[in-house]
């Protein structure tokens, strides 16, 4: 919260958020709106009032995830039925950081069953800093990316050293829906 803040009041800082699907409606209902509301355009005024440049939404990166784990899946089976038997399945989804870091620590021998796609999140940040900044003629480093999650696993996932290009990474941090809701 302390960097999110720290970043909308620095001059020059061009600050995007991606918001999970699942936020929309636990905020409005934290804020007295029917149960299943879904508040997501509020959201996205309330945050450029407090000084987001652009507010992004996660849900069509979930799209790309998809693709690429169907395209993965396809050419797994391809190749099993082509009598390839080190092809592991089934194949799970990698979208979720707390299902890939339980199998990491304790199926060491199962870590090719997890999909070798990056969750929507990640995949969102990759093309926001590497093409949409480009875009707008900015560099990586000139964009931090805000990920708004339901779930503090998604702050170890944009952590981890393999979605960083040195010290930028993808997703620069995570503030979940509560932390959200107290700003």
């Given at each position: 919260?302390?960097?999110f803040i720290r970043d909308?009041?620095t ?5 995007i958020?991606q918001m999970?699907?699942?936020?929309r ?7 007295g ?24 939404d ?6 790309l995830?998809?693709m690429?784990?169907a395209?993965e899946?396809q050419?797994?089976l ?7 038997k080190n092809v592991?399945l089934?194949?799970l989804?990698s ?6 870091k339980f ?7 199962m870590?090719?069953v997890p999909s ?8 969102f940040?990759?093309v926001?800093?590497?093409l ?12 931090t ?19 960083s ?9 995570v ?9």
């Amino acid at each position: 919260t302390f960097k999110f803040i720290r970043d909308l009041s620095t001059p020059n800082k061009v600050v995007i958020t991606q918001m999970a699907p699942a936020i929309r409606v636990a905020i409005g209902e934290a804020f007295g709106f029917e149960p299943g509301t879904n508040v997501e355009k509020k959201i996205a005024a309330g945050l450029r009032k407090i000084g987001v440049d652009y507010v992004f939404d996660t849900t069509w990166a979930a799209d790309l995830t998809i693709m690429e784990e169907a395209a993965e899946l396809q050419e797994r089976l391809e190749k099993y039925f082509a009598g390839d038997k080190n092809v592991r399945l089934p194949m799970l989804t990698s979208c979720c950081p707390a299902w890939v870091k339980f199998i990491e620590q304790n199926y060491a021998d199962m870590l090719e069953v997890p999909s070798s796609a990056k969750s929507p999140m990640q995949m969102f940040a990759t093309v926001a800093k590497d093409l949409w900044a480009k875009s707008k003629n900015l560099k990586r480093e000139d964009v931090t990316c805000v990920a708004i999650m339901p779930c503090i696993a998604k702050k170890y996932e944009a952590s981890r050293p393999e979605f960083s290009r040195g010290l930028n990474y993808d997703v620069d941090y995570v503030i979940t829906t509560r932390e959200l809701i107290k700003i």
